[in-house]
């Protein structure tokens, strides 16, 4: 078999390369090599106080902030043993689903390359610009910031817009569906797309997934116990290439698991498709979902109620949060002193699981559509990266 070795897959959250190994023009296995420095945040908040443990975890990623922010939230709140007011619950989820569309329109905006054909790209291009301006905008407004909201913290919302703010947005939210409801024709028109698109359709792939819910994410939903993570040097260890690597890979039960939209569709939908290019689809479902729950939650929220647990007493405990982010199942453990400061925390992210997956989803294909298939999956590289090869 030939070695064709891209240095730099470009288009994906982050630094790896991706090393294929094909026979007649077909891939016969893949490895996925990230090689971004250690960002080091479990260690950096170790003997730090909680609050400001939220506000840094949000810093590992600009794409994943406020998924960060809710998981650390939510094991905190379970190590202490406090929920947040439902005004408080709600808000989050609505900055959750927000940070949803956010990054899945980035990802859209990547793979337009891989999926549109050219005469149709840059049109696509620029309504996904202008559109992601638009949904950061609701973002800045309810949760302080475009990246890393601000507002969001332990025990629901340090701040909230004023009524003629908040009155604003769900006045604004109709003309925003419009705008994706003619995006999401553009994304699926078949009459516009690659050779690739087509390739992608016609590989069908049988993956175990992993979710915990549609729009959130549920401690309850999973079992924390039977996850291992290793370094990928380790699990890839035939393979010169794989010492370069600084992230872990993680196994639910012993298996690999794919999770992200498609697993949000597959556990909690009726979603059918299993083809590479369903990735896609689910992806848009995703997002198409994500616009109509936070539309329910702007009519719920109620703007004269507590958005924030008072009174809030930090002491010794151990905790778990579990959110869906935009590519899957995020899972922050806890545990705090007697102080109430962080003695440890542990961070498995959806790329960990993903990484596996991803390479076995690229055998069988041409080396253009292997590498749009990483692209699909939408790995978040400094989020993943948590190992150092000591020599």
């Not at 689903?97 to 337009?112: A, D, G, K, Y």
């Not at 079992?223 to 872990?248: A, C, G, M, V, W």
Request: hydrophobic fraction near 40%.
């Amino acid at each position: 078999m030939s070695e064709t070795v891209i240095n730099e897959v470009c288009r994906i959250a982050g630094e790896a390369k991706l090393v294929l190994y094909e026979e007649g023009g077909v891939v016969q296995d893949a490895f996925f090599v990230a090689t971004a420095p250690v960002r080091g945040f479990e260690k950096l908040v170790v003997g730090k106080n909680p609050l400001f443990a939220v506000e840094a975890v949000m810093r590992i990623c600009g794409l994943c902030h406020a998924s960060h922010g809710i998981a650390a939230s939510e094991a905190i709140e379970n190590a202490i043993g406090i929920t947040p007011p439902r005004n408080g619950l709600l808000m989050r989820e609505a900055i959750g689903l927000i940070n949803r569309v956010q990054s899945h329109i980035l990802e859209f905006l990547m793979v337009t390359g891989d999926l549109l054909a050219k005469e149709k790209r840059n049109e696509v291009l620029f309504k996904l610009m202008k559109f992601h301006a638009k949904i950061s905008d609701y973002l800045l407004k309810l949760g302080g910031a475009a990246t890393h909201p601000s507002n969001l913290t332990i025990g629901g919302m340090l701040s909230v817009p004023k009524w003629s703010v908040f009155n604003n947005l769900k006045a604004c939210l109709p003309a925003l569906m419009n705008e994706w409801e003619e995006l999401r024709h553009l994304l699926t028109d078949e009459d516009i797309q690659t050779e690739v698109a087509e390739e992608l359709r016609e590989k069908k792939v049988e993956n175990e997934y992993l979710a915990t819910g549609l729009f959130y994410g549920d401690r309850f939903n999973i079992d924390i116990k039977t996850i291992e993570t290793i370094p990928y040097y380790e699990f890839r260890k035939e393979n010169q290439h794989s010492k370069d690597s600084t992230t872990l890979v993680a196994f639910y039960g012993g298996h690999k698991v794919e999770t992200g939209p498609r697993a949000r569709m597959k556990v909690y939908r009726n979603f059918r498709d299993s083809s590479l290019y369903g990735l896609h689809l689910a992806r848009i479902e995703d997002t198409t979902l994500a616009l109509l729950r936070f539309e329910e939650i702007l009519e719920g929220i109620k703007m004269n109620q507590p958005f924030r647990t008072g009174n809030i007493i930090f002491g010794s405990g151990k905790g778990v949060g579990v959110y869906e982010a935009p590519r899957g199942t995020l899972i922050h453990i806890v545990e705090l002193g007697e102080e109430g400061r962080v003695m440890s925390l542990k961070i498995i992210v959806p790329t960990m699981f993903n990484i596996p997956v991803m390479e076995e989803m690229t055998k069988g294909l041409s080396v253009k559509a292997a590498e749009a298939v990483i692209r699909l999956y939408d790995p978040c590289i400094p989020c993943t990266t948590h190992v150092v090869r000591l020599r």
